[in-house]
């Protein structure tokens, strides 16, 4: 088992890493924030690094595993379904994920 | 006179007084934290139970949630100290897991949160979904204490689960299968939202495709790979825009070197 001194050493080091690439940028864009560049940016990126997150989460789905990616793809479709007739984030996340849960432990339960 | 101090000062007519203020805003941040926290919550809960697992105290999956606070680093970190692994490793792979951060300084409403201990702890906290919640086209409106708020609950669902599922550890039967869908959910259903704000055709389908390309080009770095090349694009095609028309230079038309 790992020593206490040796584990509140990597929690300080994994900690600092994380924190110092969430605040750092924010120093070096700060001169810039006026620019029209970075309006651009910022309202171009949002929804484009939030499609990149979710086929992220997706990343270990292989179309050769049927068991695997039906789940997600009939999943993925309730939510998508759900929200644009609803609108409702909270309805739509709780929707998708019922339906996979369902799905992975009664059909696919390969 | 009302001095500034006093929170039960006489209300201004037809105005919220700080206190009601105050809990509008802790609402509203828990409002919009509230589909994060299905996401965050049973991720917390599976991460907690295999702190204790592994053989470490409970205590531990506290720890590690609080203060590292980034779920996909922490289940590798979890791998990386069980076996003991350098200090030096520890810190190249948080510094791998967690660069896509640097892409979030672009558009977060860091500039709307008030005060230096604010300030830091909004960028302490700032991770996938709170810059998920925050980011798209109504965040740039929200109250300092309603985009603190929102990153507090995020805090308390991640570190609350972890702390559940490492206290239930052992007593816990089989996990339920299939709850990690609700992270692709969450990010699908706030990309639809933030696609809809922005009514820019060409910009989805270029993120679909620079994922895409990330994954197959840089399996293992999938992430920074698909976002850099997106900021690429999107930097290629500003550009472009520029160059032809002017379209996004609105307040100063040319002259300027941005």
Known sequence: MPETGYLIAAVAT??????????????????????????????AMPAGVLLILAAYTLRDIDPGVPDRAWPTVLALAVTVSVHLWRRNGMLSVSAGTAFHVVLVSTVFTG | MATQHDERAAPVPCALTPREERRSDLVDALRDSASVGLGAFPMGVAFGVLVVHSGLEWWWASTFSGVIFAGSLEFLFLGLVLAAAPLASIAVTAFAVNVRHVFYALSFPLHRVRGRLGKAYSTFALTDEAYAVTAGGAGRTFSSRRILGIQAFVHLYWAGGATAGALLGSALPAEVRGLEFAVTALFTVLAIDAVRAGRDVPTPVLALGCALAGRLA?????????????????????????????????????????
């Open chain 2, 218 to 258: 840089l399996p293992g770095q999938m992430l920074p790979a698909a976002l850099a090349l997106f900021t690429a694009c999107l930097l290629a095609r500003y550009a472009w825009t520029r160059y032809t028309r002017t379209p996004y230079a609105r307040t100063r038309r040319g002259g300027d070197h941005a």
């Open chain 1, 14 to 43: 994994a900690a600092a890493v994380t924190w110092g690439l969430r605040a750092l940028p924010f120093a070096v864009l700060a001169p810039l924030r006026a620019s029209p560049l970075i309006a651009y940016l910022s309202t």
